[in-house]
C-alpha cells in the first residue's frame, strides 16, 4: 500500500498558528500532525508516503516534523494558494502511476488537516470496492465541540448498505447525515484509473472542486464508493478553535475522539 498527504494549503482558518509554519508542522498532543499521520499510515502498513507539499513547502520535511529522514517523498502543488485538496492529488496523479507499478495493493489518500489511528488506515485497506471512504458514525459528538450545534456545518452523508449514495450536500433533513466524511479515501488500482480519468476530464476545474464533490461525482457516474464505518477517534484541524478545543479535549481520559489509541494487532 501507498499514502499520499495532501498538505499543500495555509490553513488559513488556523490564522497565527501557521504565520510562520505550514499546518502540518503544528504540534498537538505532544507531536506534529504530519508525524501523528505517517506513524499511523506506517503502522498500517505503508510502504511508500508522498507528501503534496505547497506553503513554505521547503520547511515540510521528514526531520522538522520530528521523523528519520526518508520518512516520505514530496511533491509540490504549484497551485496551492488558490487550489484545493483535488488539485494536490491531480499534482501527484504521476507518482500514484509509478509507485502502483510497484505495489498493486492500492492507495490510502489523507487530508493533511485529519488525524486518525492506524485502525482506521486498516478498515479502509480491507475494503473490497474500487473506491472507499471511512465515516464517523459518532460525529455528533465532535461537532458539538467545534460548532456547539451538531448540524453547524455538517454536510450530507447518506449510504445504504455500504454504498454511498450522496456526500457534501447542505443537509434539509436530520435523516440525510447518517455520519460524517473524515478526509481518509482508498483507491484499488481500478478505482485509481476512474478516479484519474474524472481527474484529467475536470482538468483546471480541480482548483476549485473540493473532494467531496469530486466523490459525488464519482457515485454519479456509477463508481462504487464504498462507506466504512468508525466510531470516534480522529479529528480534522481546520480552524485555530478546532486546535484549542482538541488540546483541551486531550487532557480528558477517554476522549471519544482522541485519535491516539492504537490497535493491540499492531
Avoid at 120 to 142: C, F, G, K, M, S
Avoid at 157 to 181: A, C, K, T
Avoid at 228 to 248: A, F, L, M
Wanted: hydrophobic share 40%.
Amino acid at each position: 500500500m501507498i499514502a499520499i498527504i495532501l498538505a499543500a494549503g495555509r490553513g488559513a482558518g488556523l490564522k497565527e498558528l501557521t504565520q510562520d509554519r505550514p499546518p502540518s508542522l503544528i504540534e498537538l498532543g505532544g507531536k506534529t500532525l504530519l508525524r501523528w499521520q505517517c506513524e499511523a499510515l506506517l503502522a498500517a502498513r505503508a510502504r511508500r508516503i508522498c507528501v503534496v507539499r505547497g506553503y513554505r513547502s521547503q520547511q515540510l520535511t521528514p526531520e522538522a516534523a520530528g521523523l528519520p529522514a526518508n520518512t516520505f517523498e514530496t511533491v509540490e502543488n504549484p497551485a496551492w494558494m488558490h487550489g484545493s485538496m483535488l488539485s494536490g492529488l491531480r499534482c501527484v496523479a504521476s507518482w500514484i502511476d509509478k509507485a502502483l507499478a510497484e505495489d498493486e495493493d492500492g492507495i490510502i489518500v489523507s487530508h493533511g488537516e485529519t488525524l486518525y489511528p492506524a485502525d482506521h488506515v486498516l478498515a479502509l485497506a480491507n475494503a473490497v470496492e474500487p473506491v472507499a471512504i471511512t465515516y464517523d458514525t459518532r460525529w455528533q459528538t465532535l461537532w458539538m465541540q467545534r460548532y456547539g450545534d451538531p448540524i453547524m456545518n455538517a454536510e450530507t452523508f447518506v449510504h445504504e448498505d455500504g454504498r454511498l449514495l450522496e456526500v457534501g450536500f447542505r443537509p434539509e433533513d436530520p435523516d440525510d447525515i447518517q455520519g460524517q466524511y473524515m478526509g481518509l479515501i482508498r483507491f484499488s488500482p481500478r478505482g485509481w484509473e476512474l478516479a484519474k480519468k474524472a481527474i484529467n476530464r475536470l482538468g483546471d476545474a480541480c482548483d476549485h472542486t473540493d473532494m467531496t464533490t469530486f466523490l459525488q461525482g464519482l457515485v454519479e457516474d456509477d463508481v462504487l464508493v464504498q462507506a466504512v464505518p468508525v466510531v470516534g477517534h480522529w479529528v480534522e484541524v481546520t480552524s485555530r478553535n478546532d486546535y484549542y478545543v482538541y488540546k483541551q479535549a486531550l487532557e480528558h481520559k477517554g476522549w471519544s475522539h482522541d485519535w491516539r489509541v492504537t490497535s493491540p494487532t499492531l
